[in-house]
């Protein structure tokens, strides 16, 4: 009969979130299928359990997938565990899983750690309706053109990003959504220097052009509004630029303040104010 492969959530950071129920799952199988294997040593020594590792991450997936899955239908139980979060979850994990289901080995989730779940919970943006689109693409054109692909979406969106990439991609973001559109900065979740700062992507991009990021960053955007959403506020907001232009503001002052006290696109409001000039 063959074995049973368990995806084991470990600490995002902090070392206290490792459920009894993960942890005794790490301490019954016969062996840990590990993204690094020196990581996840650290977990095991604080746990007090002493367990056989392979290492199963993106670059031997096939070859240490076929070499699991020989063992599981042999009869061996395994935990595939990531260096942190919940395995599969943008994680080649999932060609693990996959592999497992194709052959009719159990796959069995315990409940835990995700760093996307935290950051969502967190950010401050609806939470009804999601989607994660993982970490972007390193190459520029590729990420540009993902980002065009989800100009529409009006659910709130999950990206990873390293500190290195950040500026670059936050950058990307306010070229794709605008400016103005809110953004949750979750940055070290559960460790000791946890952050979350909720802005704008322009002030994202303000504020970390001058303040080198540091540490893993989770960010939180807001979807775009539907159609007759967003054309009913920039109406608001054009009626409240023709009250300051009256009080004396000129057109790109009152857009301005316009824009800022009703959180709308400069942009797409200057534009409109524009044309109704124009057709006046």
């Known amino acids: 009969m063959a074995g049973t492969l368990y995806l084991v959530p470990t600490p995002i950071g902090n070392l206290g979130d490792i459920s009894p129920r993960a942890a005794d799952t790490l301490a019954q199988v016969d062996f840990i299928a590990a993204e690094d294997t020196r990581v996840s040593m650290k977990l095991l020594n604080h746990l007090g ?22 063992r599981l239908l042999e009869g061996q139980s395994a935990a595939l565990v990531t260096d ?7 994680d080649p ?3 693990l899983v996959a592999l497992c ?10 409940p835990g750690p995700c760093a996307l779940v935290t950051a969502l919970s967190v950010s401050g943006l609806p939470t009804g309706r999601f989607t994660f689109e993982g970490f972007l693409a390193m190459n520029k054109k590729n990420r540009r053109a993902h980002l065009a692909q989800l100009q529409g979406e009006s659910r709130t969106m999950i990206f990873y990003e390293a500190p290195h990439k950040l500026t670059a991609t936050l950058a990307d973001l306010a070229a794709a959504f605008g400016q103005d559109r809110r953004v949750s900065l ?10 979350v700062r909720r802005t704008t992507l322009g002030e994202a991009c303000r504020w970390y052009g001058e303040n080198p990021p540091k540490g893993e960053f989770v960010l939180v955007v807001e979807g775009a509004p539907a ?6 506020a920039l109406e608001d907001g054009l009626g409240r630029v023709l009250e300051l232009r009256e009080d004396g503001a000129s057109l790109r002052d009152a857009v301005r303040q316009a824009a800022k006290e009703l959180s709308l696109s400069r942009s797409a ?3 409109l ?5 124009e057709e006046a």
């Open 49 to 70: 359990i002493k367990k056989p590792m392979v290492s199963y991450y993106r670059h031997n997936t096939d070859a240490a997938g076929r070499s699991i899955l020989a």
């Open 84 to 90: 942190a979060g919940t395995p599969a979850v943008s």
């Open 93 to 95: 994990g999932e060609d």
């Open 101 to 110: 289901a194709q052959a009719g080995v159990e796959v069995i989730a315990i």
């Open 186 to 195: 979750c940055r070290e979740l559960t460790k000791l220097h946890e952050e």
């Open 227 to 232: 159609e007759e959403e967003k054309a009913a």
């Open 269 to 271: 409001l200057y534009d």
């Open 273 to 277: 104010a524009l044309s109704q000039r």
